[in-house]
């Protein structure tokens, strides 16, 4: 095994800012005195990946030579947020970045802004894959991030003069993008459509076009951990990249149209959250990329051998789906070891079953990918013809436990008709995991029910959690320090529960008045942001409350705004005394997917309160209320450690977890919540009396749903619920249109799905017990001081040890 060796040794701020420098003679092509902050930010981003890169040579190296079994993390999103800060400081170079950018007479926050935010993910889900990868670095586990590099990532929020969404393309590559390798030698074919035909009694696929799939290598470094992981994206490329014989005869679209259909396949992130789509274009997405990621995990554990003894690949690598969209990585292994490699299908299916595991992180049925059979048969008919034998050997599988006919329908992969990929994961893996304790039971319960009885060893939970790096550490550095201050040490930044060390000081009052101070610093910083950025005036003296997640009907941000009306109206009207308001400053921070009509009303509705409360004289002062445009990582880096109260609301037994609600517990905000996902977790660790809960729990919904919901019923009984409702219905937010929330409103007092009346009573009377205690400055940010220290739990690193014990059974390189 080759010696570890660190990153590059640490230079010098004299001799960084001359690796800047050469970067922009050579590379660039600019002097000092033209380089413009954009330049340096593409010099620097260099400078650091080169001290990186020796790490990376040494880790790649010891990934495949070692003895330890690597993790492939197969993910259609990888939400990264800005790399320089994130490398720098795992480089070690922040200090010397600092001072050689100054040398060179810029500010470091200016060359670190000029970085474009790449948006390769939806949400939730996405960002949970880079955490991941981070920790996986950290910890210093061998492992390779798969998924896509899309020309265009999430959308570009912006709201019309109306208040409504507009989407514009999020074109990421426009400019030179510096950290990745593109590396044209080690791409691979991926191939669709066709026919199946008999040869010699093989079944035999023959394509009938095939797309080129080039890896773009992203390094991921380890927090002090001396180690660089892989993250590598692909980008689908054009074998012919013009067809001569339709240009010479003047057709000059359809010469460039392989090239087209092509690249569409990678061109563009799927910005839709939670709900299926049917597209064609997603599955060849999702096939492109597993195909070529299994592809070059074979190319790089079996170095140049033609006839690799494939039998030891769950020994070399394990991959994790994340979700259902690489599921058809299940097919497609059998099919490589099975067409490709020669071996028959019990010892395929031995290999596939031990190489994969299926991380679920939904509860909405509507969630769980179903493809139609047709559609799989047209693209890929040799992998429909394996998935029917799977779910042939599972229904045979089952007849032997003794399961009941019936059930053993409902749990059909192939229907028929269409192909269940949650259940093809279930059973073509070896674990499947939920993402919070509550989640994993209600897969268990509910969801996967019939799978969990016939295999109940399979399914285990791994609680989510976030980087501490990014979401301390580079978001909230004033807290970073104070950790450190009271801890005496930074160890807690790779061993997160080491802040229960703060629990004591929260008793000191010294330390929780710097602990306000750094909250009110952090106010002050975000004010300043949301001038430059959203040119808005906010009064750093009200309590910022923020609710920021996609919009998503059970999520509730109805339920918030409705509260927010209510006050207002309450403030007007007099029923609320104007003296007695806790003035208020709420975010709201939120994308809807392009075709998600009621997301897209709610957040014209928003806008509009917002326009008419911010302009209210009556109400000034009182309370404000802003919709930021483009909720993205670096918002959230900014918006989180502002936050005093986060609102954590979704109807029980929705949200699979929640990682926002880490964030902010871990950057010192209160949480009002109901007992939903990770919320059940959090409020366990940081004690009930530092958690606003309101709200049904699962079992209630349940019960409720049961005997029959009337959301009317809870209109016509809370009178301040009814006058919300009303303001909305008659016009007051839509300059006297009673027609255009009128499908919202419908919708809330017809049908209200997630319950957001029932439980609106119990979320309004909560807020007098959280401004009473706000009113008590070192009563409130005790509290967030224990929200702190008992957050520990919460980082991605411990998930990632969890993934190791319970399900990926290896561990850090030697
Ligand atoms: C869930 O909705 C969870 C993340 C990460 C989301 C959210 O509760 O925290 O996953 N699911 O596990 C999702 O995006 C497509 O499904």
Redo the contacts with the bound molecule.
Sequence with gaps: MTEITAPKSPVTAEQFADEIREQLKYAQGVTVEQATAADVYVAAAKAVRNHLQDAWFTTQADTVNGNTKAVGYLSAEFLMGKQLENALLNAGLTDQFDAAVEALGFQPKDIVDAEYEPGLG????GR?AACFIDSLASLGVPAFGYGIQYRYGIFKQQFDENGKQVETPDYWLSNEEPWGHIDYNRDQKVSFGGEVVEENGKKVWKPAWSVRAVPVDYLVPGYKSQRVNTLRLWTARSYDEFDLLAFNRSEYMEAVEPKVKAENISKILYPE??TKVGKELRLEQQYFFVSASLHDAIRVFYPGQDKPDLTTFPDKITFQLN?THPVIGIPELMRILIDEYGYDWDTAWTITQKTFNYTC??LLPE?LEVWPSSLIGELLPRHLEIIEKISDQFKAELKDKGVAENTINDMAIYTGDAVRMAYLATYGGSHVNG?AELHSQLLKDVTLKNFSDAYPDKFTNVT?GVTPRRFIKLANPALSDLITEGLGTDKWLSDLELLQGLAPLAQDDEFVKKFAAVKQANKHSFVGFAKDHYGIDIDENTMFNTMVKRLHEYKRQSLKILAVISRYAGIKNGTINADDVLPRTVFFGAKAAPGYYLAKMTIQLINNVSRVVNNDPDVKGKLAVHMLPNYNIEMAQNLIPATELDEQISQAGK?????GNMKFALNGALTVGTLD??NVEIRERVGAENFFLFGMNVDEVESLYATGYDPAKYYEADPRLKQAIDLVAGGTFSEGDRNAYAPLVADWLTKDWFMTLADFSSYANIQAQIEELYTHPLDWNRKAILNVANSGFFSSDRSIEDYLERIWHTGPLA
């Design positions: 939806n949400g939730g889900l949970l959250d939670s979700d992180h939904t969630a993402v989510n949200e699979a977890s929640g990682t996902g990770a």
